[in-house]
């Protein structure tokens, strides 16, 4: 059974930082490309940033502007998403994502075409 747990979500104030986590279990990671996407009340699920198997090739939305960084463990099957300098439109249930796109540097960001997906983690940035 695949499961993708996210944490470390949680209230913090704009500017802060937050690390969030996406423990994997159940596939091949290396076979699989990362994603985290995002969903606010009333919008829908957008695309944020995602990494390739190996962690060599990464792409992101325009509205990150440098402040957000994605990384994977394949040692730990656990992909990351570092995030500096949060606003209030950052608040949002922030979801990981599977795509399996295994040996290639390519990347979506279609969340059509991800496998997998976490329950999410809440993140609320407060002014």
């Known amino acids: 059974q695949v499961q993708l747990v996210e944490s470390g979500g949680g209230l913090v104030q704009a500017g802060d930082s937050l690390r969030l986590s996406c423990a994997t279990s159940g596939l091949t990671f290396t076979n699989y490309a990362m994603g985290w996407f995002r969903q606010a009340p009333g919008k829908e699920r957008e695309f944020v940033a995602v990494?390739?198997?190996?962690?060599?090739?990464?792409d992101y939305a325009r509205f990150v502007e440098d402040r957000f960084i994605i990384s994977r463990d394949n040692t730990k099957n656990t992909v990351y998403l570092d995030m500096n300098n949060l606003n209030l439109e950052d608040t949002a249930v922030y979801y990981c994502?599977?795509?399996?796109?295994?040996?290639?540097?390519?990347?979506?960001?279609?969340?059509?075409?991800?496998?997998?997906w976490g329950q999410g983690t809440q993140v609320t940035v407060s002014s």
């Open positions: 990494v390739n198997w190996s962690g060599s090739n990464t």
């Open positions: 994502a599977a795509d399996l796109k295994p040996g290639t540097y390519l990347t979506s960001t279609n969340r059509h075409e991800y496998e997998y």
